[in-house]
């Protein structure tokens, strides 16, 4: 059964996740309101074994449909990452081999599991592979896709503008990239295709394509990247920037706090969802630390419940605010003026004097609070030493 909550459809539209739609929004909401069922669709290359925040505001987002009644496809490209998508791309990207998207993909559903009810008896997410339908396409119908596109389209893309200017190489399978991602939504036959700010073109090639294959026009619903609004930074599975889904509770409530604060409201509005007013309230908090902290919890407790939430954050306050000895942190026997750096080398704790050298000169090791400038350290007594942002190790003479 569709709902037409129209309170529920604006807060859906106007949070702040939603960026645009194409062709408009006015007539996505009417389309919402009309009480059709919808297909929704949105699809990520397995790149990376994991996903990130950015994502998860995706599949979030998906959900919100999916409990209005429509139904929704987590689409895995794992044929279209053996292609790579060139947006944004410098360079080509490094093709992917089979074995290597298969790890990619294995803990993907688990990573996202939290946030979709995979579970629900009358209208779970589908989930679904374009491989099936890519790897059989013959060469004829390649050529009759490709006959929807002109060279001074993909050309005229900035990506590929900019390497030409710089004479960097433009490789031929990266022009049936749009075709491939395009094609997906000829064979799911969907209604609205969920994507960033950076996938429109191949968003707008598929609505070219179902418009001609099936007479179909697809409605085209832009979600923002969450981008740092000072720098521009955005989350990159392939970069391996971002706060990832496969983190342990600690680990991801440290790697929030460590964003910068600009970030805080960029969370809360789309990897939470309490209401906007309350998220107005924080933003305005003269504390900085403490509206990151909210929205850290919040965030974590999606995935993990309060329990484990409660303890990340008090692990943190513990460790980071109180500079107490977390309950984990390892103890190492070492002898009387030994050198710091061979103590860690010997117990795994760092994996070599270059190491050791780079974490000194960039201020990430302290002894006892204080942090270490001198590489040839010596341990006169005992202490607890903080390797990075993470590790702690508690040195005891023995």
């Given at each position: ?147 929807n596109l002109t060279i001074q389209q993909l050309l005229g893309r900035d990506m590929f503008q900019k390497r030409m200017t710089e004479n960097k190489p433009i490789y031929l399978h990266e022009f049936l990239y ?221």
């Amino acid at each position: 059964m569709i709902k037409k909550d129209e309170k529920k459809i604006d807060e859906i539209l106007n949070r702040g996740v939603i960026v645009d739609a194409i062709p408009s929004l006015k007539e996505f909401k009417d389309k919402l309101l009309s009480g059709q069922c919808l297909r929704f669709y949105i699809g990520a290359d397995p790149t990376s074994p994991s996903l990130h925040l950015s994502h998860a505001k995706n599949y979030l987002l998906l959900e919100e449909f999916r409990q209005l009644g429509h139904e929704v496809i987590v689409l895995v490209g794992d044929f279209t990452a053996r292609i790579g998508d060139p947006t944004d791309q410098s360079e080509g990207r490094k093709q992917l081999s089979s074995d290597e998207i298969k790890e990619n993909v294995k803990g993907w559903l688990e990573q996202i599991s939290p946030l979709m009810d995979f579970k629900d008896k009358n209208n779970p997410p589908k989930v679904l592979y374009n491989n099936k339908w890519l790897s059989k396409l013959r060469f004829e119908k390649v050529v009759d896709l490709a006959s929807n596109l002109t060279i001074q389209q993909l050309l005229g893309r900035d990506m590929f503008q900019k390497r030409m200017t710089e004479n960097k190489p433009i490789y031929l399978h990266e022009f049936l990239y749009p075709l491939m991602q395009g094609y997906d939504s000829v064979e799911l036959d969907v209604d609205v295709e969920m994507c960033g700010t950076d996938q429109i073109f191949n968003a707008l090639v598929g609505r070219t394509l179902l418009k001609k294959f099936k007479n179909k026009n697809k409605f085209v619903l832009v979600v923002n990247l969450m981008e740092n609004p000072k720098t521009g930074e955005m989350m990159s599975k392939s970069r391996g920037t971002g706060v990832f889904l496969d983190l342990a509770p600690r680990e991801m409530f440290g790697a929030i706090m460590s964003q910068p604060d600009e970030m805080t409201e960029i969370f809360l509005v789309n990897n939470t969802r309490l209401p906007l007013p309350e998220v107005e309230k924080i933003k305005k908090m003269g504390d900085k630390m403490e509206a990151k902290k909210i929205a850290a919890h919040e965030i974590i407790k999606l995935f993990f419940g309060e329990k484990k939430t409660k303890q990340a954050q008090d692990n943190f306050i513990k460790t980071f605010q109180k500079r107490e000895l977390p309950e984990d942190a390892k103890e190492i026997i070492v002898k009387k003026d030994s050198e710091l750096k061979d103590a860690l080398l010997f117990n795994n704790i760092i994996s070599s004097n270059m190491e050791f050298r780079r974490l000194i000169k960039d201020g990430a090791i302290d002894f006892n609070g204080e942090a270490i400038s001198d590489i040839h350290f010596k341990i006169i007594n005992p202490g607890v030493v903080r390797v990075g942002k993470k590790v702690f190790v508690k040195l005891v003479f023995g």
